[in-house]
């Protein structure tokens, strides 16, 4: 087992919660440097965690460190295609939290750099909304239950952004965040995994509050997409900041011989095998299952071992190219924008 030091870019809410409780308990895996958007904000994570590393306050020095070993990038957007490059031009393997990048002509610099080093271990996070369940939903669709598949509906609401009074999140400031709104590229990352990528869609919605304090919103608080593949399929996709009501997620599959609604946090799948009945819970089989593997796998991956490490530069640019797909129609008012007009 290999000793690795990691530096960590970006110690915020997903670094405390969810990938640091997971690497502290990896052996053989320590912290040697963290970055954060000020020195006290990084000082305070230290703090919290009991961990003795220092602070660094430019990201530069956390990849240039000779005691790190693998850069950690848990910070936004904004920052994902200068700390990514920078790590693979250094040979250094990389973790970055998702989205891949700001836009679309980002995530292909970050998929041409890491393709000229393919050598060096590098990935992104990936969705944690059907992660649980997906190998059995494959293997629903592949055993031909639900019949030819026709139609895909998506309903991903929240009132996130319902109160007009409150100052702009960071995920709705475009400086920040890039293009990437609400959960759009979450769900684009599961149904292009399920499904494959559409040939082409179109988008319409609606900046409801677009001005937040100083800020002036150009992200929509909802929109509405249509989708087609070249087999035939259809696809419906709602995705709202500004709803009041149910906010619980789900995707529906409509098939010749059956439907299939499946349910998100927690993942869950229903079957209808008739129009007069209501959809049953369906058990999914213990050996399908997959929990949270995500910081053991990369590290597993990194050591050597054959494993993946997580979203490839090939999947993170594909459910890029899908986003910039809807806010390209969107801008656009909702025209029809085929996905390989942005060049793989």
């Known amino acids: 087992m290999k000793n690795l030091r990691l530096g960590i870019i970006g110690a915020g809410t997903v670094m405390r919660?969810?990938?640091?409780?997971?690497?502290k308990n990896i052996p053989g895996v320590s912290l040697s440097c963290v970055c954060n958007s000020s020195p006290q904000s990084a000082e305070k994570f230290l703090l919290e965690n009991g961990i003795c590393a220092d602070v660094e306050t430019d990201w530069r020095k956390v990849i240039e460190r000779n005691d790190v070993d693998v850069v950690w990038i848990a910070a936004p957007p904004m920052l994902h295609k200068p700390t990514v490059i920078e790590s693979?031009?250094?040979?250094?393997?990389?973790?970055?939290?998702?989205?891949?990048a700001m836009n679309f002509t980002d995530a292909k610099e970050m998929y041409e750099a890491h393709r000229r080093a393919p050598?060096?271990?590098?990935?992104?996070?990936?969705?944690?909304?059907?992660?649980?369940?997906?190998?059995?939903?494959?293997?629903i669709l592949s055993d031909g239950i639900?019949?030819?598949?026709?139609?895909?509906?998506?309903?991903?609401?929240?009132?996130?952004?319902?109160?007009?009074?409150?100052p702009a999140h960071w995920r709705q400031r475009r400086e920040i965040?890039?293009?990437?709104?609400l959960t759009c590229g979450i769900f684009a990352e599961v149904i292009l995994d399920w499904f494959g990528e559409p040939n082409r869609l179109c988008a319409s919605g609606k900046i409801v509050h677009q001005e937040?304090?100083?800020?002036?919103?150009?992200?929509?608080?909802?929109?509405?997409?249509?989708?087609?593949?070249?087999?035939g399929l259809r696809g419906t996709f709602t995705w709202s900041g500004v709803h009041f009501g149910e906010h619980r997620p789900k995707l529906t599959v409509q098939g010749t011989k059956s439907a299939m609604q499946i349910w998100f946090q927690p993942d869950e799948i229903?079957?209808?095998?008739?129009?007069?009945?209501?959809?049953a819970k369906i058990s999914v089989p213990k050996e399908y299952i997959s929990g949270w593997n995500v910081e053991r796998?990369?590290?597993?991956?990194?050591?050597?071992?054959?494993?993946?490490p997580g979203i490839t530069f090939e999947e993170g640019l594909r459910y890029m190219r899908f986003t910039q797909a809807v806010i390209d129609s969107f801008e656009s008012n909702g025209v029809w924008i085929e996905l390989n007009s942005y060049s793989l």
């Not at 639900?146 to 409150?166: F, Q, R, W």
């Not at 965040?177 to 709104?181: E, L, P, T, V």
């Not at 229903?270 to 959809?279: G, H």
């Open 270 to 279: 229903f079957l209808s095998q008739s129009p007069n009945t209501a959809p």
């Open 146 to 166: 639900l019949g030819k598949i026709y139609h895909l509906e998506l309903s991903a609401l929240s009132n996130v952004y319902c109160n007009p009074d409150a």
């Open 88 to 100: 693979i031009k250094a040979r250094k393997p990389v973790f970055c939290q998702a989205r891949m």
């Open 297 to 308: 796998d990369f590290i597993d991956a990194v050591r050597g071992l054959p494993v993946k």
């Open 212 to 231: 937040r304090g100083r800020d002036v919103i150009t992200l929509p608080d909802f929109i509405s997409v249509l989708a087609e593949w070249r087999n």
């Open 177 to 181: 965040n890039g293009i990437n709104f």
């Open 17 to 23: 919660e969810r990938h640091w409780p997971n690497l």
């Open 119 to 139: 050598d060096v271990v590098a990935a992104f996070c990936p969705a944690p909304f059907g992660m649980s369940i997906s190998r059995f939903v494959k293997k």
